[in-house]
């Protein structure tokens, strides 16, 4: 006798996959949970309105404002919810957090592609001036928070302002030209890429150099270049404006007000020659400097959510706490605890 196998119920399979999406769910919801409280704030900058967020405490009125100067790139003011552990961070200090989206981003006006440096030290000097005459904006210690690029606009506020009672520098770097070689020579070892692909990119970089410091024209660099993904004409005018960056002298400027600079470097970073930032940065700020390594990427991630697309966006998602290396915030908190004014 033929015996016939027995189908499975839907219903089992529809409860299966109905108890996965409750679990996911719930995990979400936990690992989206944090302590802080937000409000939308409309801040005038110099090219208009810029659209902020301010960060509050769950508990306890703030005793200070961390200002968050964002890296390169359309960066909005949450950078699309991966801050949150920052903002808790400072929370858990006692901090508030003032973070904005950059110009032509998330409702700002203006266009940040035709930033300087200058510019983007200007911008954060007038969202300054903005929360001193705020009433709702906590002031009596402020925190310049940077990351990467801010390395070039950091030390530009401090040493023109005197409101500023400490400084976290995340990955920042000293020359443009010097950050951009040690990323792609990092990057070709990280890819394994031979001696051809490493001349041919080399190659590459060189030819970029010397029409950035000629000022070709966007048509020049386009018709010159074998990337097959080139700048935009306004991305090239960006890189054109700012290619010549260096920190070094506004850094010494700074260094006169002598208030607590923390470096956070992450052991796993391509993007910035931390050893070099770190070396400068003793040499010029001396005792008033502390310096974190972690066990991250540029951004401080656990270097897996940078190597994997897929891991990072799926953990930024559910669990956007565990986004950091180990200790990343807690020892943002701490040095945050310490600033007085």
């Known amino acids: 006798m033929q015996i016939k196998k ?25 690992g ?6 937000q409000e939308p704030v409309t801040i005038p ?6 659209a902020g967020i301010l960060t509050l405490p769950d508990e306890g009125a703030a005793r200070g404002l961390v200002v968050m100067v964002h890296g390169d790139g359309p960066v909005e003011a949450t950078q699309g919810g991966l801050y949150a552990p920052w903002f808790e961070g400072a929370a858990d200090a ?11 981003i998330g409702g ?3 266009d940040w592609l035709s930033q300087s440096m200058d510019d983007r030290a200007a911008e954060v000097s007038a969202v300054l001036d903005w929360a001193q005459r ?6 009596d210690t402020i925190v310049l928070w940077g990351a990467s690029q801010a390395g070039w606009v950091l030390p530009k506020i401090t040493s023109a302002r005197e409101d500023i009672d400490g400084v976290v520098a995340v990955g920042t770097a000293i020359g443009w030209l010097g950050q951009g070689r040690f990323n792609l020579l990092a990057q070709l070892e990280h890819d394994d890429a031979d001696a051809q692909e490493r ?21 020049e660099y386009l018709a010159s270049t074998t990337s097959s993904d080139p700048m935009t004409a306004d991305r090239w005018g960006f890189v054109l404006r700012n290619f010549d960056a260096d920190a070094t ?6 260094a006169s007000r002598a208030i607590p600079v923390h470096l956070m470097a992450g052991t796993h970073d391509r993007n910035v020659d931390v050893a070099e930032t770190e070396n400068t940065y003793r040499s010029i700020f001396g005792p008033s400097l502390t310096v974190t390594h972690v066990d991250g990427a540029h951004s401080l991630a656990r270097p897996v959510m940078e190597d994997n697309d897929a891991i990072g966006l799926l953990t930024g998602i559910i669990w956007p706490q565990a986004l950091l290396a180990p200790g990343a915030i807690d020892d943002y908190s701490a040095f945050l605890s310490g600033v007085r004014r």
């Open 134 to 139: 705020s009433d709702d904006v906590p002031t």
């Open 32 to 37: 989206n949970s944090f302590r802080f409280s």
């Open 6 to 30: 027995r189908r499975r119920p839907a219903f089992v399979v529809v409860l299966a996959l109905i108890t996965v999406a409750a679990l996911v769910t719930g995990i979400a919801l936990v």
């Open 45 to 50: 900058g110099p090219d208009g309105d810029l």
């Open 199 to 219: 001349e041919s990119a080399i190659a590459e970089s060189d030819q970029t150099r010397g029409l950035l410091k000629r000022r070709a024209s966007y048509e």
């Open 249 to 254: 002298e506004d850094l010494i400027a700074s």
């Open 94 to 104: 006692g901090f508030a957090t003032l973070s904005w989206s950059k110009p032509g």
């Open 108 to 110: 700002s006006d203006g």
